[in-house]
């Protein structure tokens, strides 16, 4: 039976698939709580392993470690980052990076390696999904790092050095782990508000919307692995 973990960073980005997999038996390890379940002849392993790069590499870690899964998808809201992304369209990566840090000092000390690919099965998987469902996606580059984006100069300089199409907390630790533990990995994001001036007003508004939109996303694309 392939098991497939998956993590979010905020309670309510895991809240309708914990829902879907309310026979769980929860496991705790390192702090974290991992709700394990056999849904739809799938061994899902889901947690919530908190904000910011060092909690989702810790969490993926354990994870991997813990229950020998087979790939990981990261779930979520995110910060549109690319004029034709729009709130509560979908980014799925193809591509995943820090943004807050010079990636000459991942490419020149170990691991030598500073962007970290999605895998190309997962991509095509939650891409028939979201066209299943009439739901806009766009395919490319994740970026993290730890702080909000809600500042329009800030945006614009990282969108000129990474042109990436969303912004978040917690992906590009989510993808140099699974990089570093040879694990498929995507990671599937739900638009929630555009990282700008308005970023924090926006995100409020969207953000139950969009996680709800991705959860149901992901659980169908588990489904389908």
Do not use: W
Request: proline content about 3%; some cysteine; hydrophobic content about 45%.
């Amino acid at each position: 039976m392939e098991t497939i973990g998956i993590i979010g960073a905020m309670p309510s980005e895991l809240a309708d698939i914990r829902v879907l997999l309310s026979d769980a038996v929860v496991k705790k390890y390192a702090g974290f709580e991992f709700y394990v379940c056999t849904y739809k002849g799938k061994l899902i392993v889901s947690a919530c392993c908190g904000i910011a790069k060092v909690n989702a590499a810790l969490c993926a870690q354990v994870m991997i470690d813990r229950f020998d899964i087979d790939v990981i998808i990261n779930t979520g809201i995110a910060g549109g980052m690319d004029t034709n992304v729009k709130i509560c369209d979908i980014v799925v990566s193809d591509s995943v990076c820090p943004h807050d840090l010079e990636l000459r000092f991942l490419e020149n000390y170990p691991p030598y390696h500073s962007i970290y690919e999605a895998d190309k099965s997962l991509i095509d998987v939650v891409c028939s999904v979201c066209d299943d469902k009439n739901i806009p996606r766009h395919i490319g580059k994740i970026v993290s790092g730890d702080a909000f984006i809600s500042d329009n100069a800030l945006k614009k300089e990282i969108c000129d050095r990474l042109s990436p199409l969303a912004v978040d907390m917690e992906t590009a630790a989510i993808g140099q782990t699974a990089y570093r533990n040879n694990i498929p990995f995507v990671s599937v994001r739900c638009i929630s508000d555009n990282a700008d001036d308005e970023g924090e007003m926006s995100f409020d508004e969207f953000e139950k919307i969009a996680a709800k939109r991705v959860a149901e996303i992901v659980m169908d694309v588990a489904i389908k692995l």
